[in-house]
């Protein structure tokens, strides 16, 4: 059975940066890439990032282009979102999912094509 383990949140001042970590045990067949989601109190769980297994290509929400960077370290069976430049916005609890829906057949952040789905951890950015 396959699971995800997330880390690395914490507490941050505006402008700060944070690397979390999503750590996969066990094998799922139908496994298209990882997703970083996240979600604020009160608000729908946001997709904010994917990387395919295959090729390793990346995609954002317009809301952390340029500022968050999705990586994987195969040997590690470890995906990466490093986190610069944070905002309060950026506050919320920070989820990783296998994709296991193919890239390109349905919205790119439809968190149904993703399961299963990690615990989270808690990203606070405040002064």
């Known amino acids: 059975q396959v699971q995800l383990v997330e880390s690395g949140g914490g507490l941050v001042q505006p402008g700060g940066s944070l690397r979390l970590s999503c750590t996969i045990s066990g094998h799922k067949a139908d496994n298209f890439g990882i997703g970083w989601f996240r979600q604020a109190p009160g608000k729908a769980r946001e997709g904010i990032a994917t990387?395919?297994?295959?090729?390793?290509?990346?995609d954002y929400a317009d809301s952390v282009k340029g500022r968050f960077t999705i990586s994987a370290d195969n040997t590690k069976n470890t995906v990466y979102l490093q986190m610069n430049n944070l905002k309060a916005e950026d506050t919320g609890r920070y989820f990783c999912a296998i994709r296991d829906v193919p890239f390109g057949m349905t919205a790119r952040f439809h968190p149904a094509d993703f399961r299963p789905w990690g615990q989270g951890t808690q990203v606070t950015v405040s002064s």
């Open positions: 990387i395919k297994n295959r090729g390793g290509s990346t």
